[in-house]
C-alpha cells in the first residue's frame, strides 16, 4: 500500500483529476489505489488563538481501495468526484442533492444501488473539500439563494451590473456562491457592512434606509447566515476593508451566530480560513442593553432550561473566554431573561432605526 | 348589545378608527360595545366552483366587551387595532412579532401584561383582516423576504427602477408586501411566468438563462410559496395577463402547494379572492413523467404512510375532482413512488432546462 496525498494546487478540475490519476497509478505499479484524507472530526479541530480562527489539525487518514471497509467508500468517493468533474468541464453549478442524483445508479449485475441516500454522498463532498483543499464553492456546489443585500455596494453577476443601492426595499437576492469568478465586486463606498441576523430587522432598517444616512451595507441570511452570505461579507471585509457589525437576538443562539461568522464553527473548520472574520463585532443585543436603552422586563423572555445549558457551554468555549464576553454571557445568566431585537418595537417601531443602533455607533459600544 | 359592523371600504387607517368609532358611539348609548367578526373556522370555508377559490361563507359572530369571556379579547382586539393605526399613520410596516411586542405592556396597578404570546396578537390580526376586508399587506404586516424574480420585468421599488433581467444570476430579492402602494409594475414582456418551488431548481434555469430563451419570470419561493411570492404571481397573472405555470416535486405535498396557488387554503381562506390563481397550471412533476422522461425506478422514492394518507386525502378534495387529477394520483399511487424534481439530474445536470421543460412546453403537456 502507497498512500498518496492528492494536489491542493493548480485548477479544481485538475485536483479532482489528480484523484483519479493516483488510483491509475496505483493500479499501472499493482498497488493497492490509497488516498490520504484530513481527519474531519472533533478531535482534528482546535482554535487558533493568534488567527482568532478555529481550524483543523494535520491529522490524515487513508482510505483505500482495496479494504473490505473502505471498498464502497472508495469507490462512492470517486464517483462524487467523477460528478464534480463533470461539473467543472461544463462549468455548471448544482446542489448536494443533485450530486446525490447524479452520482446515484444500479451496479451493473446486481441490485445494489451506488448511492442509497444523500447522508452517503454528502460527508464525501466534504472530504473532497478538505483533501483537495478546495471550498465547496470551488467544487461548483450550491444551495439555493438564501439572504439580502442593500446598500452602496455595485457587483457584477453574469455580466451585469448591479447597484445595490438602486434596488429599493427590496435587495438583491444573495446567491450561494460569490466566489469571484461568479460575482465580482466593483465597488464599495460604504462605511461598514451590518450583518443582521433576522430578516424583519433588516426590513426596518431597508425601509427607513438606514444604509443611506449611516453609509452602510445592510446584509441578512434570514438566520443563521447562510454560508453565501458569510463569504459576501468576509470578501467585503477583506477587498474593501469594511469592519463588520454583528446584530443578533440576545440569547445563546445568538451569541453563537456571532461566534460562527467571527471564527467559523467546528463542524466546517476547515472552511474558516476562507469564510471567518476575526475581527467582527457584536453590536449586540447585549444583555446590558434592555436597561440601557429602557426595555421593560416583560418584554424579555424567561431563559429556559435548554438556554441555561447552551450558555454554560458557551462560557467555557475558548474563543469566549475575554472578560467582556464572561461578563455577557453571566449578566444574561443572572437577569435570567433573553431579548429578541423585535422586542426593541415595545418602545416604538422605528426605535432600532432611530435610537438603538445611532446610540451603539456614537458610543461605539459593542464587544469584540 | 347592538351589534355593529365595522367599515369595510374607506382607507385602511379609517376602517380601523371606524373600530374606535364604534366603541365610542356605544358607550355613549349606554350599550355593549359589541363587533362583528367573521368566523374564521372549516365550518366557514366552502369552495366556490365557478370562481375555482376556496372561500369564506357569511357566518359572523359577535364579541362584545361586557361579556367576561370576551372582554380581555375584545381589548386585546382594540390594542392590536391600535398598533396597526400607527402603521398606517406612519406610513410603516412590520412584522407580526412586533405587533405583539408593540402591544404588550403590564395593564397599570395589576401585574397582568395585554398579551402573554404572540400566539394571541397573531389571531387577532387575521379577525381585523376580515372584518375590515383588508389583506394583511394592506394592513402593513409584513414577513421577512422569502423569494427571487429573475426575468423580464421591470419593477419599481421605492423609487428605483429595478430591471429584473438585468441582475445576473442573483436576481431581485421579494419582499413580503408587493401591493401597488409599495411596488409598481412598470413592464414586463414575458410570455409566461414559471413559479418553481425549490430554489434550487430555480438556480439551475437562472444559472442556464433559461428565462432568456423561453421569455419568461423565474419565480420561486424556496419551498411552499410566502404571501409575497403568491401575490407577485398574481398580480403579474393579472395584471399583465401572463399566464402562470407550477413546477414541484412529484409528492402529495408538490399537489398541495400547486392547490395553494391555483384555489388558496382553507386557513387563509379570505384572501383566496386576492391571492388565488385559478388558471394556474401544473407543469410537474407528474407521476407519469419519470416513465416519460426515462427516469430510472432507482431515484424514486417509496412513499410511506404518511404519503399515502396525504394523497388519499387530497383524492376527495372537491378540487382535485377531474378526472385528469384523479388519475395523476392513483398513478402515483399504484407505482408507489415520488419523485424529486431534484432527481432529474440523474440524467444530466441541465436535463430541467434542455429537455424536460422544453418538451413540457411544445406539448403543452400540463395538468389544470
Same mark, same amino acid.
Given at each position: 500500500m502507497a498512500t498518496m496525498r492528492p494536489k491542493t494546487t493548480g485548477s479544481v478540475e485538475k485536483r479532482l483529476i489528480g484523484l483519479a490519476d493516483l488510483v491509475v497509478q496505483a493500479a499501472e505499479r499493482g498497488k493497492d489505489p490509497t488516498i490520504d484524507i484530513p481527519v474531519r472530526a472533533l478531535s482534528n479541530v482546535k482554535f487558533n488563538e493568534s488567527r482568532g480562527i478555529i481550524e483543523m489539525g494535520g491529522n490524515r487518514q487513508a482510505r483505500s481501495f482495496f479494504n473490505v471497509g473502505m471498498a464502497k467508500k472508495f469507490m462512492q468517493t470517486m464517483l462524487v468526484a467523477d460528478a464534480l468533474s463533470e461539473l467543472q468541464r461544463a462549468g455548471l453549478t448544482t446542489s448536494l442533492r443533485e450530486i446525490y442524483y447524479r452520482a446515484k445508479h444500479t451496479i451493473q449485475d446486481s441490485h445494489e444501488n451506488t448511492f442509497d441516500g444523500q447522508n452517503e454522498s454528502d460527508p464525501l463532498i466534504e472530504d473532497l473539500e478538505v483533501t483537495l483543499a478546495a471550498l465547496r464553492e470551488e467544487l461548483h456546489v450550491r444551495a439555493e439563494n438564501a439572504g439580502t443585500v442593500i446598500g452602496p455596494l455595485v457587483v457584477v453577476d453574469d455580466g451585469d451590473r448591479v447597484d445595490c443601492a438602486k434596488l429599493g426595499k427590496g435587495g438583491y437576492s444573495v446567491p450561494s456562491i460569490v466566489e469571484p469568478e461568479y460575482l465580482r465586486i466593483k465597488s464599495c463606498t460604504a462605511d461598514f457592512i451590518l450583518l443582521i441576523e433576522k430578516g424583519t430587522q433588516w426590513n426596518r432598517l431597508a425601509e427607513d434606509k438606514f444604509w443611506r444616512k449611516y453609509n452602510c451595507i445592510l446584509l441578512t441570511g434570514?438566520?443563521?447566515? =447562510?454560508r453565501g452570505v458569510r463569504r459576501l461579507a468576509r470578501r467585503l471585509h477583506e477587498e474593501m476593508r469594511l469592519p463588520v457589525y454583528v446584530l443578533v437576538d440576545n440569547d445563546p443562539w445568538g451569541y453563537y451566530i456571532y461566534s460562527v461568522v467571527k471564527q467559523g464553527s467546528i463542524n466546517l473548520a476547515f472552511e474558516s480560513q476562507r469564510? &471567518?472574520? =476575526?475581527? &467582527?463585532?457584536?453590536?449586540?443585543? /447585549? /444583555?446590558t442593553d434592555p436597561e440601557k436603552y429602557g426595555l421593560p422586563r416583560n418584554v424579555g423572555i424567561k431563559l429556559n432550561e435548554k438556554d441555561i445549558d447552551r450558555a454554560k457551554e458557551i462560557l467555557n468555549y475558548q474563543w469566549f473566554q475575554k472578560k467582556e464576553w464572561q461578563k455577557e454571557i453571566r449578566h444574561m445568566l443572572s437577569v435570567g431573561l433573553k431579548y429578541e431585537l423585535d422586542a426593541l418595537a415595545n418602545k416604538d417601531f422605528q426605535f432600532l432605526t432611530n435610537k438603538y443602533l445611532p446610540r451603539k455607533l456614537k458610543d461605539r459600544d459593542w464587544l469584540d
Open positions: 434570514n438566520g443563521q447566515p =447562510p469564510m &471567518a472574520i =476575526p475581527k &467582527a463585532k457584536f453590536m449586540g443585543l /447585549s /444583555s
